[in-house]
């Protein structure tokens, strides 16, 4: 069973930072690509940022492109996101996606989600 599990989420102020993790127990993870993306209260979720096996492609949302950074170190199976400059409209729930790969250099969703982690942007 490949579980991935997110931690770092918490409540934060505007301009504040905060950096998640996603760690997957197993082989799976250096061989896949894998995503973050979120879901805001009454919203669908969306990607916010993906990464290849061997961070050769990076993408982020272009409503995060300069304040959140993807990342990931597959000695450690943990992908993180550190996200900058925070503003309210990025509070949300943050899932991690894993075993994802690319059509191109557009992202394709794996089958492992993780359960989430909130995050809450106070003004």
């Known amino acids: 069973q490949v579980q991935p599990v997110e931690s770092g989420g918490g409540v934060v102020q505007v301009g504040g930072s905060l950096r998640l993790s996603c760690t997957v127990a197993?082989?799976?993870?250096?061989?896949?690509?894998i995503s973050w993306h979120r879901q805001a209260p009454g919203a669908q979720r969306e990607l916010v940022a993906d990464?290849?096996?061997?961070?050769?492609?990076?993408n982020h949302a272009v409503p995060v492109r300069g304040r959140f950074i993807i990342s990931r170190d597959n000695a450690k199976n943990t992908a993180y996101l550190q996200m900058n400059s925070l503003k309210p409209e990025d509070t949300a729930v943050y899932y991690c996606n894993v075993g994802g790969s690319y059509r191109g250099t557009s992202y394709q969703e794996g089958p492992y989600w993780g359960q989430g982690t909130r995050v809450t942007v106070s003004s």
């Open positions: 197993g082989s799976i993870f250096p061989l896949n690509a």
């Open positions: 990464i290849s096996r061997d961070s050769m492609i990076i």
